[in-house]
């Protein structure tokens, strides 16, 4: 582990932000943001590790291990049931999850079919972020291998948002990127026609954001309007928009990112955890507050030790590629 590499302090940074985006955001979820402030006044502390969201990204993770980095709906679907215990324990899993779950644990359905008819929700979006880390700089690539994995979980475009979260990650760790960058990069690999609900649900609530004076106005704004008229507040239509638009409200501040997501209510443990997933990336886990991390404990530990392994990933990958590359030059001299 080399804790000054750039490369390593995003990966980190992509991994923290989630975990503690999500443990923050648990005891505000389902609360209106005037409920959060009569509660808790303002939300910037937490305990935890973390809900369904980080369990999953974290099998995910291990996924992308087992497969050097080449993750497929049939291999997640294995580690699914390699967890069995987890699933049928945990009372964490959304509908969406436990449907994938006895799908294929009770009918045998195939994995890439799993998804199929499943309600609307985040359940595939809100643990994506690794297959964002092992396509850095290369959105278009995480949003293609995302489509393949998110089968597992939806058809929909539910999918589509797990690819438009994917891409902006992947994108965070481009040389140069920004905020504009990594939001352009998360509609811009969705097909135009197919992808054309979480399209416009990014535009609408991204030119929200912008019109709005700041994220008290853009948050009372959103919350008093059904835009599109939808009042789930788990439909990723909401959740993705939202979790980007606070990465811009925030400039691409993790911890400013995270405390809007944590503050904004409705979903907010995926909210936040989303948010915190991509702004970390950008800025690294340096510009995370200590306090944090302290208050992970050995969870900060073993997000280390992940992130060691994910940056490992990253780089074969990459070598692979560029291997790849200068064999088609050589013998096409």
């Known amino acids: 582990m080399n804790p000054n590499s750039p490369l390593f302090d995003k990966v980190l940074g992509c991994l923290l932000g989630g975990v503690i985006g999500d443990a923050m955001g648990t005891p505000t979820e389902k609360l209106s943001y005037d409920e959060i402030q009569q509660r808790f006044g303002w939300v910037q502390t937490f305990s935890g590790d973390g809900t369904d969201d980080s369990i999953l990204k974290h099998i995910l993770c291990e996924t992308l291990e087992r497969t050097g980095g080449h993750a497929t709906a049939d291999t997640w679907a294995e580690d699914w049931l390699r967890h069995s215990q987890t ?81 902006a990650v992947a994108q965070a760790f481009a040389p140069g990127a920004d905020v504009e960058s990594v939001l352009r990069a998360a509609s811009d690999f969705l097909p135009e026609r197919s992808a054309g609900a979480m399209r416009a649900a990014l535009q609408s ?51 400013k990112a995270v405390e809007y997501g944590a503050n904004f209510g409705r979903d907010a443990d995926t909210i936040a955890s989303m948010a915190g997933a991509v702004a970390g990336a950008m800025g690294g886990a340096r510009a995370l507050p200590q306090a944090w991390l302290d208050t992970l404990g050995p969870q900060a530990d073993k997000q280390r030790a992940l992130a060691d392994r994910m940056t490992q990933l990253v780089r074969a990958r990459a070598e692979a590629a560029r291997a790849a590359v200068l064999m088609v030059l050589e013998t096409s001299a």
């Open 87 to 167: 699933f049928l324990e945990s009372k964490l899993f959304f509908v969406p999850v436990v449907a994938t779950f006895w799908k294929l644990r009770g009918e045998q359905v195939l994995p890439r079919d799993a998804g199929a008819g499943n309600m609307a929700s985040s359940s595939s979006a809100m643990c994506i972020s690794p297959m964002g880390i092992v396509n850095a700089g290369n959105p278009r690539q995480a949003a293609l291998e995302t489509f393949e994995v998110a089968s597992l979980v939806h058809h929909n475009f539910c999918r589509d948002g797990a690819c438009a979260m994917a891409a």
């Open 205 to 255: 609530t991204l030119a929200m954001a912008r019109e709005s004076a700041g994220y008290e106005d853009f948050r009372a704004r959103y919350c008093s309007a059904a835009i599109d008229g939808r009042q789930h507040f788990t439909d990723s239509r909401e959740t993705v928009p939202l979790a980007l638009a606070l990465v811009w409200l925030a400039d691409g501040n993790a911890q």
